[in-house]
């Protein structure tokens, strides 16, 4: 079907984005998945590029453009290429971060880090999850505590993208002991403040050249003017910016899958078994039809999403519908790719399998979508008895 989302300004960038990828992305991907990390050239190319920070206003040095499809074009272009890594990178730094910055920072905060964050000379994490504590945010023990004018940071996080890169984090801590989702407030932490410490980095499934790692607090001390927001408002600030973290997730699924399935549908018109190519087969022939349908009933979904998104009206239950139907329908599809590929789709060097590996985690971050199910029922059981 064709897709009407986008407009001309979207496909010029998409080839501003294809001519990055080729000079700074492609080359470098084996060499990065090898080495377990992303060189911070490629980061600094972003930003020269202009892809990075493309929503921030022009007085912080970002492109002044809140449109979530120059995000969607990136992961496109992105995924395929099977730069999942790169993509989950600058999504948390454009799609988090950043973000966070623009709508709560002060401008002191805002002229302190947008700049760097949107030229690729730092790089933003996000810490929340911790070893006790996932998609429960309730549950976390890291604390932050006054101290005269100060604060003292205390406690640990667990599985931070970009956590070993990171110039800045913003943390979740609990602030005011026994007032639950009250008690919470975000921080912007340098990584290089006395008391900040890199744990191991981790070593994951898929996503190889992406660094995840734990983080420690050592009685680390931040100034009063590090608070994100309103004091005792984290927990509030991150409930209401998750929608967007939702729905990167949710656009990186739909990219991901449309490039494995082009790479799968290719693949089954080049091999050849039996006297003629595999996708000559009913079967193949069957499956290949059922993917693409279902690529175009989650492109529409995507794409309904994104213009919500754009208008300030995506809820959060419609953002908990987007990831979890489309991150399940992702892992779905590239499943069924890596099956047509037979043998060679268990081999490395082709682009499937490790997109096989790197589809997985999408079910997993940004809530799980048992979670995000769990959203869903409750609105429905709302609405029912309302």
Known sequence: MKRSIYDQDHEDFRSSVKAFIAKHITPNIERWDSEGFIDRDAWKAAGEAGLLGISVPGEYGGGGIPDFRFRMVQMEEFAAVGANSFNAGTSVQDDLVIPYLVDLGTHEQKQRWLPSLCDGTAIGAMAMTEPGAGSDLQGIRTTATRDGDDWVLQGSKIFITNGIAADVVIVLAKTTHGAGSRGMSLFL????????????KLEKLGLRSNDTAELFFDDLRLPADSLLGHEGKGFVHVMERL?????????TAVAAAAAAFEWTRTYCFERHAFGQPIGNFQATRFTLAEIATDLEAGTSLLDRATVLLNAGELSAVDAAQAKYWLSDMHNKIVDRCLQLHGGYGYMLEYPIAKAYADARILPIYGGTNEIMKEIIGRDIAHRATH
């Open 189 to 200: 932490v340098p990584t290089t403040a006395p008391g900040f410490r890199r744990g191991r």
């Open 243 to 251: 929608p967007r973290e939702r729905m990167s997730i949710a656009a």
